[in-house]
């Protein structure tokens, strides 16, 4: 079971391993952050005996957080039917504002399998390291998990590991660049969500990582008297008039017919950002366009785009 919308790739990883694969639609009133209810009702309709969820927490492709309630009433559910939760928190350390992230170990450990890497906060995009924290009431899948592991991606290579053991053992060495980085994502999913409030779109605001799901259902007649009829069509289009890349909510489990589409907020010069960017972390309104100056121009494209198509008509 995984929440929609979610990451592309579990879908393919389920079925290489024969499972069924259940999206559970999750709705933006709730900033696409999957409910008690929604898991339990799931769980009560399927009936296998074995049930796992795939949660990713902080979401790709929503940048969404759960709440230590959600987590807490999750955990309940999960107990409830004896779901072993696989919790991808590859963007833990990017979760925004000062609440601490907290991943739903803490609510259910007997039966959480806690997994990340150093890919994503420790700016280590090829640096593919990751790991699983597995509690002791599910040691037994540990040697069959390792020898699978074994077999598919063998092992680490040596450079990778002694370079990522800083981070792992002195980890007040990479902070400040961390958290700056965390700041810089912040900032930037605050400007998109504010730009694409300003030009019409649906969109939660963004708790973490580095992404945002809007979508553009008020503008959906518009959108299909020009013969875009969905989310793939309405990508596709956008690139080709606009030059603005942004992949399909299709792609990530939602229906074809919801106008969603996944924007990554990293178009920018990191180099230079980390040196103009206030140093108190903190960044103005007056400052975004100046920041994140692709990222503003994107935004331009995508309102002129919009005000075309309608004059257009």
Not at 23 to 37: E, F, S
Request: hydrophobic fraction near 35%; glycine fraction near 8%.
């Amino acid at each position: 079971m995984v929440p929609a919308p979610s990451w592309v790739s579990y879908g393919p990883q389920a079925k290489i391993r024969s499972k069924s694969f259940i999206p559970i639609t999750t709705d933006i009133k709730n900033g696409y952050r999957l409910q008690a209810a929604e898991l339990d009702k799931t769980c009560s309709g399927e009936d296998i005996p074995q049930k796992i969820l795939i949660l990713n927490n902080p979401s790709n492709p929503t940048g969404s957080v759960h709440t230590p309630d959600e987590l807490r009433s999750l955990a309940e559910v999960c107990r409830k039917h004896g779901v072993i939760v696989i919790s991808d928190e590859i963007y833990a350390l990017t979760k925004f504002g000062e609440i601490p992230f907290e991943g739903i170990a803490g609510y259910y450990p007997e039966g959480t399998i806690t997994t990340s890497g150093v890919s994503k906060a420790f700016s280590a995009g090829g640096w593919r390291l990751g790991y699983a924290m597995i509690p002791d009431e599910l040691n037994e899948i540990t040697r069959p998990l390792s020898a699978f592991v074994s077999e598919t991606f063998s092992c680490v290579s040596a450079p990778i590991q002694y370079a990522v053991l800083p981070g792992f053992e002195n980890y007040e060495s990479v902070r400040n660049h961390v958290e700056l980085c965390r700041d810089i994502h912040g900032a930037a999913g605050e400007f998109l969500q504010q730009r694409f409030t300003e030009i019409g779109l649906n969109c939660p605001e963004p708790q973490g990582a580095f992404y945002l799901f809007p979508d553009f259902e008020n503008f959906k007649d518009l959108l299909t008297s020009r013969g875009i009829n969905n989310s793939e069509e309405l990508s596709k289009r956008l690139l080709e008039e606009t030059g603005v890349a942004l992949l399909p909510g299709s792609d990530f489990y939602m229906p074809d017919d919801f106008m969603g589409v996944r924007v990554a907020s990293v178009d920018y010069d990191g180099a230079q950002l980390m040196q103009d960017f206030p140093q108190s972390g903190k960044a103005t309104l007056e400052m975004y366009t100046s920041l994140f100056p692709r990222l503003a121009d994107a935004c331009e494209r995508l309102e002129n785009w919009l005000q075309w198509i309608y004059y257009c008509i």
